[in-house]
């Protein structure tokens, strides 16, 4: 069983950064494939970033590339998504997952086992 906790959301003016935490519970924790979603009012959840156990393997959504940064702390049990030049599109409820069933990750919700409860970014124009 894993349980997560995000935080760091915020409200944010074009152009500004914000860092993303989610802390993770659970003893299994580091064999877990972590992935970051979002989703704005009206639309489908949809694949923000996702970084392998391991942290060989790290994909981004065309949108968020060159902007957006996963990175792990194991230490700390901790994933984070950086996110730096921040748009008004990029305004959503942003939600970690983990997943057990592919070291890898994916792209997709149904790739994932477990969620946190989401954290809103607000970004101003």
């Known amino acids: 069983q894993v349980q997560l906790v995000e935080s760091g959301g915020g409200l944010v003016q074009a152009g500004g950064s914000l860092r993303l935490s989610c802390a993770a519970s659970?003893?299994?924790?580091?064999?877990?494939?972590m992935g970051w979603f979002r989703q704005a009012p009206g639309k489908e959840r949809e694949f923000v970033a996702a970084?392998?156990?391991?942290?060989?393997?790290?994909i981004y959504a065309d949108s968020v590339k060159g902007r957006f940064t996963i990175s792990r702390d194991s230490a700390k049990n901790t994933v984070y998504l950086q996110m730096n030049s921040l748009k008004p599109e990029d305004t959503a409820v942003y939600y970690c997952?983990?997943?057990?069933?592919?070291?890898?990750?994916?792209?997709?919700?149904?790739?994932?086992?477990?969620w946190g409860q989401g954290t809103q970014v607000t970004v101003s124009s």
């Open positions: 997952a983990a997943s057990g069933k592919s070291g890898i990750g994916g792209t997709s919700p149904s790739d994932y086992d477990y």
């Open positions: 659970g003893r299994t924790f580091s064999t877990y494939a």
């Open positions: 970084r392998s156990w391991s942290g060989g393997s790290k």
